[in-house]
């Protein structure tokens, strides 16, 4: 069975609070894809990385970091120096190769409180 | 990347009735698809919209109730039909451009509350 798992339904942070998201998930494919989507209040999705299962560098952006690692199928998310604009439900997803048939988790909601 | 509009960005309807979502792209795409969002659950896809073809649903939802039409490669609709307040969610596009990312992306989704 393929799944993504957001264990954490609501998270609460002070401003400039690091704060991060897990996501697990599981497949038994070799060759996926995994994704980061932002969706604040207005409810639009954002995009905000992808990772192929090949690629396990981590990557940084910014205030925004992630931690790839295939030996626990994690994709766990770190915002740095939180802001209040950070705000919004954080969504997890597993694409399998050659399908585009995205696999979402339930979302962490993320309030960044002033 | 790709540029969505959707229309209406939200409505309010009553029960009974139903309602046509438009989905506008700024540029020629491979696969549109749409999605329900329940409140404060995830995404949930509907269906694949097929240009030209009829859509593929995925299980649990069916063409008498959401019917899906795709005349070109830019623009698709989704009618939710016969609608009861179980209905009321954020319906949302998405579009796969060309290249080898399977990357989606998706529209500003129209919020629908059934009365």
């Known amino acids: 069975a393929q799944k993504v798992t957001q264990a954490q339904t609501e998270i609460s942070v002070v401003e400039k609070e690091d704060v991060t998201l897990d996501c697990v998930y599981e497949?038994?494919?070799?060759?996926?894809?995994l994704f980061w989507y932002k969706q604040p209040p207005s409810g639009e999705l954002v995009f905000l990385i992808r990772?192929?299962?090949?690629?396990?560098q981590n990557e940084i952006s910014g205030r925004y970091s992630w931690n790839f690692q295939k030996s626990t199928s994690s994709f766990n998310f770190t915002i740095t120096a939180s802001q209040v604009v950070d705000s919004a439900v954080y969504f997890c997803a597993l694409v399998p190769s050659g399908t585009y048939k995205y696999i979402f988790g339930t979302g962490t909601r993320l309030k960044v409180l002033a | 990347s790709a540029v969505i509009s959707q229309k209406p960005s939200r409505d309010i309807c009553q029960r009974g009735t139903s309602l046509t979502i438009q989905c506008q792209v700024d540029?020629?795409?491979?696969?549109m698809f749409w999605y329900r969002q329940q409140p404060g659950q995830s995404l949930t896809l509907i269906a694949t919209a097929n240009q030209g073809s009829e859509a593929t649903y995925e299980s649990g939802f069916v063409i008498d109730k959401f019917p899906i039409s795709r005349p070109n490669l830019t623009f698709s609709t989704l009618t939710v039909s016969n609608m009861s307040p179980e209905d009321s969610s954020i319906y949302l596009c998405?579009?796969?451009?060309?290249?080898?990312?399977?990357?989606?992306?998706f529209g500003p989704g129209t919020r629908l509350t059934v009365l």
């Open positions: 990772r192929n299962s090949f690629d396990e």
């Open positions: 497949t038994r494919d070799t060759t996926y894809y």
């Open positions: 998405s579009v796969v451009t060309s290249g080898p990312y399977n990357e989606q992306f």
């Open positions: 540029s020629q795409v491979t696969m």
